[in-house]
Nanobody, 125 residues
Framework: QVQLVESGGGLVQAGGSLRLSCAASALTFSRSVMGWFRQAPGKEREFVAAISQYGGRTDYADSVKGRFTISRDNVKNTVYLQMNSLKPEDTAVYYC??????????????????WGQGTQVTVSS
C-alpha cells in the first residue's frame, strides 16, 4: 500500500531553518499532486503548501509565503519543504499528503487521499 514517510522535523530557534522530506513508496509519484499540511495542538489541520505533478505549479498558505518553499524530485519519489525564518507559530506536526489529482493543484485536507504519519516541528522563541 501507499506509504508516505516524513523526516527532518525537530527543535529550532525562531529565525532558524529546517528542511522536511517525505519519501513515497507504492505511489505513482509523477502522477501525484503532493502537499504539506500542519496541525497544532487544539487546532484543525491546515494547508501549508502543494506542488503539481512535475513541479510547474505551487501554492502556499499566506502565513508561509516567502518563507517556505516546496519542491519535489520525481526520481527519488520525494517531496521537500524548506522552511526558513521560522516562527513559534509554525510549531505543529507537519504531514505529507498525496493524491492522483487531475483537477490541478489541491489545497484542502479533503482533497488528499494519502497521508503520512507526521513529523514534529517545534520553534522556540
Amino acid at each position: 500500500q501507499v506509504q508516505l514517510v516524513e523526516s527532518g522535523g525537530g527543535l529550532v530557534q525562531a529565525g532558524g531553518s529546517l528542511r522536511l522530506s517525505c519519501a513515497a513508496s507504492a505511489l505513482t509519484f509523477s502522477r501525484s499532486v503532493m502537499g504539506w499540511f500542519r496541525q497544532a495542538p487544539g487546532k484543525e489541520r491546515e494547508f501549508v503548501a502543494a506542488i503539481s505533478q512535475y513541479g510547474g505549479r505551487t501554492d502556499y498558505a499566506d502565513s508561509v509565503k516567502g518563507r517556505f518553499t516546496i519542491s519535489r524530485d520525481n526520481v527519488k519519489n520525494t517531496v521537500y519543504l524548506q522552511m526558513n525564518s521560522l516562527k513559534p507559530e509554525d510549531t505543529a506536526v507537519y504531514y505529507c499528503a498525496a493524491d492522483y489529482s487531475v483537477a490541478g493543484i489541491l489545497n484542502k485536507v479533503s482533497e488528499f487521499e494519502y497521508w503520512g504519519q507526521g513529523t514534529q516541528v517545534t520553534v522556540s522563541s
